[in-house]
């Protein structure tokens, strides 16, 4: 085996010349430094993942029952992608849009408000329809407190 067929396949075979073994170590450098690190598409709010699903649940039928509400930074992120959705599929209106909604949100009231108040307001508009104000640190943890309010 050559030294160039050393430093391709990154393996070690005996004895070899101090080039090909400095090249095997550059080789394993670039292959570490190209290494992308995938996230996850979602946070995860330092819970488990029925703890979270459940706390999201709980945040979107508040927001949609009193319009504005009160959390922190990261929990409202994470809230505003569910809530934008489910205001997308109430826009559609049908049945099975209604459906999928019911399996999302707790409250059979808040579906139907939903459905006749929220949705018909954002007829026109395409995606955008919740607002974050950052309120300020948090006085026990000093956690970003912010308002998660409907358009």
Known sequence: MQESQIARSGTYI??????????????????????????????????????????????????????????????AKEARREAEKLITLAKRGDLHARRQVLAYVYDEDVVTKLFDEIAPK?????????????????????????FLELV
């Open 14 to 75: 005996g004895y070899v010349s101090t080039g090909a073994n400095w090249l095997i170590k550059q080789q394993a450098k670039k292959t570490s430094q190209e290494r992308r690190i995938v996230m996850p598409g979602y946070r995860k709010l330092g819970r488990p993942t029925a703890h979270r699903k459940a706390m999201l649940r709980n945040i979107v039928t508040d927001l949609f029952r009193e319009g504005r509400i009160s959390t922190t930074d990261c929990r």
């Open 122 to 146: 954002y007829s026109e508009r395409n995606g955008g329809y919740t607002r974050i104000l950052k309120l300020g640190p948090r006085q026990g943890d000093c956690a970003e407190v912010v």
